[in-house]
Nanobody
Framework: QVRLVESGGGLVQAGDSLRLSCAAS????????MGWFRQAPGKEREFVAG????????YYADSVKGRFTISRDNAKNTVYLQMNSLKPEDTAVYYC????????????????WGQGTQVTVSS
């Protein structure tokens, strides 16, 4: 069992940066790949970034590549999403999620989800 709690969201201006954190409880956190997803009003949830269990491999959606960085600290049971050069289209509720095995964009394969944190980027 893994419980996930996101934090770090907020209201920022275009071009600003934010760092989201996802704190996990559970002894098996280190065995899961982790992903960040987001959902804007009226839109489907979409994959943003993923990281494997060790942190040695990452994968990004094209829309955030070069601006966002995912990382993890297994000693702290935490995964991060550093978001730079934010755009109004990045506005969404951001969720972290845990999946057994490797990185995947397929949300249905994720076993555990956080409650989400709101990110709003004004123009």
């Amino acid at each position: 069992q893994v419980r996930l709690v996101e934090s770090g969201g907020g209201l920022v201006q275009a071009g600003d940066s934010l760092r989201l954190s996802c704190a996990a409880s559970g002894r098996t956190f280190g065995s899961y790949a982790m992903g960040w997803f987001r959902q804007a009003p009226g839109k489907e949830r979409e994959f943003v970034a993923g990281i494997n269990w060790s942190g040695s491999a990452t994968y990004y959606a094209d829309s955030v590549k070069g601006r966002f960085t995912i990382s993890r600290d297994n000693a702290k049971n935490t995964v991060y999403l550093q978001m730079n050069s934010l755009k109004p289209e990045d506005t969404a509720v951001y969720y972290c999620a845990a999946v057994p095995g490797g990185i995947t964009e397929r949300s249905r394969l994720y076993d555990y989800w956080g409650q989400g944190t709101q990110v709003t980027v004004s123009s």
